[in-house]
């Protein structure tokens, strides 16, 4: 039976370890530990790596570095102020990346049960420990559910509007390569969780997901494939972007309402 990212009790299998990392990576995740460490001290619970870098697939230079971190308290400007000057340098020091990201968020809101399907489901099977205790360890299992697909990304709708003023103050090359790879990842992924109850299973992978979506919407199978291109080799054209806030993306939003509701409201969108 094919495996698909799941146990054989159908539950979703944690994704990426440190042991995947490639040596080429060795030295950023090592130093990216120890500054997660300082910056934060005893404000710090936990920190995660996701994405390519965990998962053994990052390429040298045209990867980003991914990073979740957990703080004791709910972070405020200060947190988020350090976040940057800590991704600003890693994304410096190490040509090895394209770009850092970092999600910050108190543990209790990673906790919530609001987030169980959301911000919980992508910290216990999405991201790999790398400082502190493993907040997976308070959470359930996960199968892929409508509920899941509902709550991880049944958001797009909500999230065009702003999608389309960003893309409207953007005016340089650099704006709209980083908005391409950023809006052709997202879409690519809720294309996925789209059909990923249909089909049983998970994955991260991009040229995957696009297939796994094509068969069950071939219609717009093309349109994917060149999505989840454009996520691995962005490129700083503004018709990519144009395309999916004019066409793409308002066609999933309706699809993904009809077929897995809205994700609940949260009483904290920050």
Not at 161 to 171: K, M
């Given at each position: 039976?094919?495996?698909?990212?799941l146990?054989?009790y159908?539950?979703f299998?944690r994704?990426?370890?440190?042991?995947?990392?490639?040596?080429e990576?060795?030295?950023?995740v090592?130093?990216?530990?120890a500054?997660?460490?300082?910056?934060?001290?005893?404000?710090?619970?936990?920190a995660?790596?996701?994405?390519?870098?965990?998962?053994?697939?990052?390429?040298?230079?045209?990867s980003?570095?991914d990073l979740l971190i957990?703080?004791h308290?709910e972070?405020?400007?200060?947190d988020?102020?350090t976040?940057?000057?800590l991704?600003r340098?890693?994304?410096?020091?190490?040509p090895?990346?394209?770009?850092?990201?970092v999600?910050?968020y108190?543990?209790?809101?990673?906790l919530s049960?609001?987030?169980?399907?959301?911000?919980?489901?992508?910290l216990a099977?999405?991201c790999t420990?790398l400082l502190g205790?493993?907040?997976?360890?308070h959470?359930?299992?996960?199968?892929?559910?409508?509920?899941l697909a509902?709550?991880?990304?049944?958001?797009l709708a909500?999230?065009?509007?702003?999608?389309r003023?960003?893309f409207?103050?953007?005016s340089?090359?650099?704006?709209?390569?980083?908005?391409?790879?950023?809006?052709s990842?997202?879409?690519?992924?809720?294309?996925?969780?789209l059909?990923m109850?249909?089909?049983g299973?998970?994955?991260?992978?991009l040229?995957?997901s696009?297939?796994?979506?094509?068969?069950?919407?071939p219609?717009?199978?093309?349109?994917?494939r060149?999505?989840a291109?454009v996520?691995?080799d962005?490129?700083?054209?503004p018709?990519?972007a144009r395309s999916?806030?004019?066409d793409l993306?308002?066609?999933?939003?309706?699809?993904y309402t009809?077929?897995?509701g809205t994700?609940?409201?949260?009483?904290d969108?920050?």
């Amino acid at each position: 039976m094919e495996h698909r990212g799941l146990d054989a009790y159908g539950y979703f299998e944690r994704e990426g370890s440190l042991g995947r990392v490639r040596p080429e990576f060795a030295g950023l995740v090592a130093t990216t530990r120890a500054r997660v460490a300082e910056a934060y001290g005893r404000r710090l619970h936990s920190a995660y790596l996701y994405g390519s870098v965990p998962r053994g697939t990052a390429r040298p230079g045209r990867s980003d570095l991914d990073l979740l971190i957990a703080l004791h308290r709910e972070p405020g400007d200060e947190d988020r102020d350090t976040a940057e000057v800590l991704a600003r340098g890693l994304d410096q020091d190490f040509p090895q990346i394209d770009g850092v990201g970092v999600l910050l968020y108190g543990k209790e809101r990673l906790l919530s049960e609001q987030e169980r399907y959301d911000l919980g489901w992508f910290l216990a099977c999405l991201c790999t420990p790398l400082l502190g205790d493993d907040l997976a360890e308070h959470l359930p299992r996960y199968r892929p559910d409508s509920l899941l697909a509902r709550e991880a990304n049944g958001d797009l709708a909500a999230l065009l509007p702003r999608w389309r003023a960003r893309f409207e103050a953007a005016s340089e090359p650099a704006e709209f390569r980083r908005m391409n790879r950023f809006f052709s990842r997202h879409l690519v992924r809720t294309a996925f969780t789209l059909v990923m109850p249909r089909w049983g299973g998970w994955t991260s992978d991009l040229a995957e997901s696009a297939e796994v979506f094509g068969g069950y919407y071939p219609e717009r199978a093309a349109q994917l494939r060149r999505a989840a291109a454009v996520a691995l080799d962005p490129v700083d054209d503004p018709a990519v972007a144009r395309s999916y806030l004019d066409d793409l993306g308002p066609w999933l939003a309706d699809e993904y309402t009809a077929r897995h509701g809205t994700k609940t409201p949260r009483a904290d969108p920050g």
